[in-house]
């Protein structure tokens, strides 16, 4: 398998510009998060959809951000306009979800983000 | 509120050398307990959990032991090679299940040749 792929692995951007990430789950898994990672704050979860349903995004730091999956297979968190202080990292997760069981979380390898 | 308190960083240990991570947590009831490692470069990965008190969790050498009555989870690897050199994640889920992990700070690992 092939795991949770996430693109870009590095963005450098300038204050003002729209960024967007993307994030391909497991295949079968029916949850996905969006983490941030930061010195300051440590890992922080953003969103939560189940069955590309947002069900939690009690996370989201402020309206700049907004979290979209269209179909199980694809989703994107979008920052709009971007600043310096959401230079980050930031983790997509996928899980499968059984008979209301949270099971473990597979994170992808991250999107370093970078805003000048 | 929930929360999770690990040992600040960075640790430095030769090879072959004892491994302790402390870990604490606040929580009410019986929480869920995991160890998560994050190599350079990559996302974290589960490492090793208990879901109920005096259970260990053991993978790859490391281990540890869900402790009620001291609230911990401390991480232990007997002899730690340079392939170990990581950081490592304390976490919690809350009783009853849920998505939501609370993560610790992260302690980073660097073992020398």
């Known amino acids: 398998d092939a795991g949770v792929i996430q693109s870009p692995r590095h963005e450098v951007t300038e204050m003002g510009q729209e960024v967007t990430l993307r994030c391909k789950p497991i295949s079968g898994h029916n949850s996905l998060f969006w983490y941030r990672q930061t010195m300051m704050r440590g890992l922080e979860l953003l969103i939560y959809f189940n069955n590309n349903v947002p069900i939690d995004d009690s996370g989201m730091p402020e309206d700049r951000f907004s979290a979209k999956m269209p179909n199980a297979s694809f989703s994107t968190l979008k920052i709009q306009p971007s600043e310096p202080r959401d230079s980050a990292v930031y983790f997509c997760?996928?899980?499968?979800?059984?008979?209301?069981?949270?099971?473990?979380?597979?994170f992808g390898p991250g999107t370093r983000l970078t805003v000048l | 509120g929930n929360s999770v308190t690990q040992m600040e960083g960075p640790v430095t240990l030769s090879e072959e050398a004892f491994l302790t991570i402390n870990c604490t947590y606040t929580?009410?009831?019986?929480?869920?307990l995991f160890w998560y490692v994050q190599y350079p470069g990559e996302g974290l990965q589960l490492l090793l959990k208990?879901?109920?008190?005096?259970d260990k969790g053991s993978n790859k050498g490391f281990e540890a032991t869900y402790r009620k009555e001291t609230t911990s989870f401390h991480l232990e690897k007997g002899s730690v090679q340079v392939s170990d050199s990581a950081v490592y994640f304390c976490?919690?889920?809350?009783?009853?299940?849920?998505?939501?992990?609370?993560f610790g700070t992260g302690t980073r690992l660097k073992v020398l040749a």
């Open positions: 976490a919690l889920t809350p009783q009853g299940g849920t998505y939501k992990y609370i």
């Open positions: 208990a879901t109920k008190a005096d």
């Open positions: 929580a009410t009831g019986y929480p869920s």
């Open positions: 997760a996928s899980s499968l979800r059984t008979s209301g069981a949270y099971n473990e979380q597979f």
